[in-house]
């Protein structure tokens, strides 16, 4: 059992580092070497655009969240009200 446990270890200790060790591009040499064809074409890829958010992303997710929160707050002060307005009651001398 303790050999089984040993070997489930190092399996799961060296199971992530696989890729890390499989790889072997160095990310000093991203030159592209000079015996590559010259394309005919050459096409230039637009830069990218930054997409403005939606308005429902920038409102309505903020305050659902703020909604939420209020009730969850709300509910749980009700709670403790009851729950000590049950528990505790005033004794008339």
């Known amino acids: 059992m303790k050999k089984f446990a040993f070997l489930l270890g190092i399996f799961l200790v060296m199971s992530?580092?696989?890729?890390?060790?499989?790889?072997?591009?160095?990310?000093?040499d991203n030159t592209i070497p000079e015996n590559l064809p010259v394309p005919a074409?050459?096409?230039?890829?637009?830069?990218?655009?930054?997409?403005?958010v939606a308005?429902?992303?920038?409102f309505l997710i903020p305050t659902?969240?703020?909604?939420?929160?209020?009730?969850?707050l709300g509910n749980i002060i009700q709670y403790f009200r009851q729950v000590t307005r049950k528990?505790?009651?005033v004794i008339e001398k």
Request: aromatic share 8%; no cysteine; net charge negative.
């Open 64 to 72: 659902t969240v703020a909604i939420a929160t209020l009730v969850i």
């Open 87 to 89: 528990r505790y009651k």
């Open 16 to 28: 992530p580092a696989t890729p890390l060790l499989a790889d072997n591009h160095n990310e000093e």
């Open 41 to 52: 074409i050459i096409v230039e890829e637009p830069p990218e655009q930054i997409e403005d």
């Open 55 to 58: 308005w429902t992303y920038r």
